[in-house]
């Protein structure tokens, strides 16, 4: 084709696919071109010239064919879609593109770090106001051929579930797409890249007819996903793996499909503040994933990852976990055998993919054929062992042992010990494998025996000294003869070259045996090609097979990593029961405790306690203490060895009660927040009202310093009324931080509330940290004594602590040296709960407000008092207020209400 069609050729291509980087084989080399160049120079550095054609110059930048890849991988992680255009050869010679695979962030293959890659439709029923479901999930891996369905019941759930997967690529649905609310939360709450996908993908019958063929119909009866958005997202998701490309979708052989409520329900900004995977500076070190992570392997660490992220209510699993870590915690001769049988594996998972996709080479089959040894090895170390008697026996008997080891053997007789990268020159297989090849590999080793053994045979026939046989590129091979003997040679020989010190010659004979050689090359390039597409397909066969063995080892290394932690830091097996108690004995921090001498701390919540005879159950715990106590330590370390104990993990404390909980939710105080530049007072109240819709009183909830991010009187009240609504209404368990020292006194009237504090010794001139959680409330305020120390003129601390003595006991307080006119002496002013300010006693009617009486019940009733009285009620109230319950005899009292009754009538 002529050069200048080439650009008009990319720029025809380009317009027809909806990709942002169109990249176009032209030979050796992969060309961008025009708007594309520039693109490519700027994000990855690529040289460009130019290019003319038509009159016209084009910028072009080109990679060489084999070096594309990384290109690739870094276009997409910078969020672009690439359209990659391979060239072939027409039957009349000419040579032209189609593009064969369009590049995203969830369908690149060619990754190497062991983090899933997730790529999720989301599809919202927005027209289904009748309640149920209103969220379909799907979520596959193109690099393992996973494949996850679920539903979820709102807005929150979906994104909470979405963020649990943490994809790469989102394809929203077509409803989804028209909400702006729904796409905004979306792009907020992910860093995936969004890509909008034809909507017709996302059609019912379109998706329903896509997943029988992938999956069968009984696949789709028997996993009973019957919901439509479920079935509209995974069919979506099909078609997109389809249409980009990749060609793994033969991969794809198990549909799994879980309820939302066998997982533990973890909102994004849970996930963040407990830091399972990411810190919130946004580091890897430092999580509680990099901390117990001990894995061997990637498939491993992924496991492992997938666990910490999605932790588990169902006990009978997490049983079995347990189990299968108590096992190998306490066999430790037996777990570094079994660690150091897994070293070494390959992604199993992985390979499967690439073998359905046609992208495996040799040296990937011969990954497969070691990893595949591993399973027996790893059973063996099992069976033997203390360790036969645990659950693991069961995983490493999943799989298909005959299966496994027919793969393993036909790799075993068919792949050489270091087959090349390439799998179109040879060199791929063993002798004895099959005989055809082995005929052209016998004739093949005859020609060159003959070749390499001509310069002897040469030198003793025609007594020639200074003679070799070689190949290059131009000349072919040639028979060499130094200058002094270069006129002794036969007839037959035939001059080629004449060199400085030598002369160059071939015959008859030798060239025949060079055709010969080309044409066994060439034979045994095309034999062993095709003996190796049949093998890949044959091993893809087998992917699901490999998937369960890959799965199996998994598991076992994240078994045995979680193990390993609990062993080398003298973690306890907690008793998981029903949702109930949590009871934790000298618990610690997961974390902290690596880098701190940390101190122990007990919890103990229990509804149903009986108490003993003090106020009953105590399931809502009020932590108090000063700043830096250790207060936001303690609750996180509670909800970590929850969490912990619902991977199937040990935990930090020396014993621990778990009942099992259906969800953790967490809230830290805008300030805190703020300060990691996160975080405003409308966040804090969006996310405190998430929670107060999704707790159930199954529920564990942490609430840090919630309310902090306002003025003082609103923090309280707000503080207050989640208080009160989370007791009463949800009755979730809770713990809940707090500087507000008012809020201590709902202990004595909310009978599952109790108070506790971090213990601190003043007792010098030092305030000391005792990092100790004690049961009762503080009883002071640090910030006078930080006052304090902080060398604050002693007169002044005096009057501070006098001041807040007051406030505290809402007694008036009397204003030092105010003028005459205003407050003079005598004069006393107190602070105004409902106001939320300062008013003379002289203006106060009724004296100081009785705080307790006038607790709002529920937040709305709160906000109902709020506006004007009208003046019947106002006096209604005024008389109730005056009645004296105890002297008013019971006749009386009822003639009141009446009365009462009346007066408001009347207005009415
Ligand atoms: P608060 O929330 O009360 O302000 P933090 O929980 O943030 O306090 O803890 C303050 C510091 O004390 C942190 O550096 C933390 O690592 C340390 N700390 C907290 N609890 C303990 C403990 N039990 N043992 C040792 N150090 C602790
Ligand atoms: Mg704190």
């Not at 406030?807 to 107190?830: C, K, N, T």
Request: glycine letters at 8%; proline letters at 4%; charged letters at 30%.
């Amino acid at each position: 084709m002529a050069s200048q069609g080439i650009v008009e050729e990319f720029l025809s291509l380009k317009s027809d696919t909806d990709a942002d980087v169109l990249t176009m084989q032209c030979g050796d080399f992969y060309e961008f071109f025009a708007e594309d160049a520039e693109l490519v120079a700027e994000e990855l550095d690529l040289k460009v010239s130019q290019k003319s054609s038509h009159g016209s110059s084009y910028p072009m930048a080109g990679v060489p064919v084999d070096d594309l890849t990384p290109y690739l991988k870094a276009l997409v992680e910078r969020g672009y879609r690439i359209a990659v255009a391979n060239q072939f050869e027409g039957a009349d010679g000419d040579h032209y593109r189609e593009v064969t695979r369009v590049v995203t962030p969830g369908t690149l293959l060619e990754t190497d770090d062991a983090e899933a890659r997730y790529i999720a439709a989301v599809v919202g029923d927005v027209d289904n106001s009748g309640g149920g479901v209103d969220f379909g999930l799907a979520f596959a891996d193109a690099t393992t051929g996973q494949f996850l369905v679920t539903t979820a019941a709102d807005v929150d759930a979906g994104l909470s579930e979405l963020h649990r997967f943490d994809p790469v690529e989102i394809l929203p649905g077509p409803d989804v797409r028209g909400d702006d609310a729904v796409t905004r939360r979306l792009r907020e709450s992910t860093e995936a890249t969004v890509s909008l996908f034809e909507a017709d993908a996302f059609a019912p019958g379109r998706a329903a007819h896509a997943l029988r063929e992938q999956f069968g119909r009984e696949t789709l009866d028997s996993v009973g996903i019957d919901e439509d958005a479920a079935v509209r997202a995974a069919g979506a998701v099909l078609r997109y793996v389809e249409e980009t490309g990749a060609g793994v979708l033969p991969s794809m052989t198990r549909l799994q499909s879980f309820e939302s409520s066998v997982h533990l329900e973890l909102d994004s900004t849970t996930q963040r503040n407990l830091e399972l995977t990411e810190t919130m500076q946004g580091a890897s070190d430092g999580t509680l994933l990099a901390t117990i992570d001990h894995t061997v392997t990637a498939p491993g660490r992924r496991l492992l990852q997938e666990w910490v992220t999605r932790p588990r209510c169902d006990r009978a699993e997490l049983t079995r976990r347990l189990d299968c870590v108590d096992a190998l915690a306490s066999a430790a001769l037996a777990r570094e055998r079994v660690r150091e049988a897994l070293e070494g594996g390959y992604d199993l998972e992985r390979l499967a993919a690439r073998t359905t996709s046609g992208s495996a080479d040799a040296r990937d089959l011969l990954a497969v054929r070691e990893t595949l040894e591993i399973l027996p090895a790893v059973a063996e170390s099992i069976d033997g062992s203390p360790l036969s008697d645990s659950p693991l026996t069961g995983i490493a008997e999943r799989p298909d042992r005959a299966a496994v080891r027919a793969i393993r053997e036909e790799l075993d007789t068919a792949l050489a010990d270091d087959p090349p990268k390439t799998v179109r020159q040879g060199g791929l297989f063993r002798r004895g494998y099959d005989d055809e090849l082995d005929d052209v590999l016998t004739r093949y080793a005859e020609a060159k025996e003959w070749i390499d053994t001509l310069a002897d045979r040469e030198k003793r026939r025609h007594g020639l000294s200074h003679v070799t046989v070689d190949r290059n590129k131009t000349d072919g091979h040639y028979i060499q003869v130094g200058k002094s003997v270069a006129d002794q040679v036969p007839d037959r020989y035939t001059e080629i070259k004449t060199l400085k010190n030598s002369k160059r010659f071939v015959t008859d004979e030798l060239e025949e045996r060079e055709r010969e050689i080309l044409r066994l090359e060439e034979a045994r390039g095309d034999l062993e090609y095709d003996l190796f597409c049949d093998l890949r397909d044959r091993v893809a066969d087998h992917a699901e097979l490999l998937q369960d063995v890959g799965r199996a080892l998994a598991e076992i290394d994240a078994l045995a990593s979680l193990a390993t932690h609990a062993a080398g830091n003298d973690w306890a097996r907690p008793e998981l029961t029903a949702p109930g108690p949590l009871d934790i004995e000298a618990g610690r921090h997961p974390v902290v405790e690596q880098t701190t001498e940390f101190v122990p701390n007990d919890l103990r919540m229990d509804a149903d306690a009986d108490g003993a005879g003090e106020s009953g159950g105590r399931d809502f715990l009020l932590v108090t203490g000063p700043n830096m106590s250790g207060k936001s330590t303690y609750m996180r370390q509670v909800a970590l060895i929850t969490l912990l104990a619902q991977v199937g993990s040990f935990v930090p404390a020396r014993s621990a009660t778990i009942g099992v909980v259906d969800g953790i939710y967490t809230r830290v105080g805008a300030l805190d927040e703020l300060a990691q530049g996160r975080s405003t007072f409308m966040i804090e109240m969006q996310e405190l009202s998430n929670i107060l819709h999704s707790a159930s009183a199954d529920s564990l909830v942490v609430l840090d310093e919630v309310g902090r991010g306002t003025a003082t009187y609103d923090g309280i009240s707000i503080a207050w009324a989640a208080t009160e609504y989370l007791h009463n209404e949800i009755r979730a368990k809770t713990l809940f931080a707090t500087h507000y020292h008012e809020l201590t006194s709902l202990a004595d009237h909310l009978d599952r509330i109790a108070n506790v504090h971090v213990a601190v010794d003043d007792a010098g001139d030092d305030v000391t940290f005792l990092r100790t959680i004690e049961e009762g409330p503080t009883d002071r305020s640090y910030g006078v004594h930080v006052a304090e120390l902080a060398g604050v003129p002693d007169p002044v601390v005096s009057r501070a602590d006098e001041v807040l003595e007051r406030l505290r006991g809402d007694e008036a307080i009397d204003v030092r040296g105010g003028s005459e006119s205003a407050a003079g002496d005598g004069h006393q002013v107190v602070f105004d709960l409902d106001s939320g300010g300062f008013r003379t006693e002289a203006s106060a009617d009724g004296g100081a407000t009785d705080r307790e009486g006038s607790r709002p019940s529920t937040p709305s009733a709160d906000d109902r008092d709020e506006p004007q009285i009208d003046p019947a009620a106002e006096s209604v109230l005024d008389d109730l207020r005056s009645v004296d319950v105890d002297e008013t005899p019971p006749v009386e009292l009822l003639g009141k209400v009446l009365d009462w009754q009346e007066e408001l009538d009347g207005d009415g």
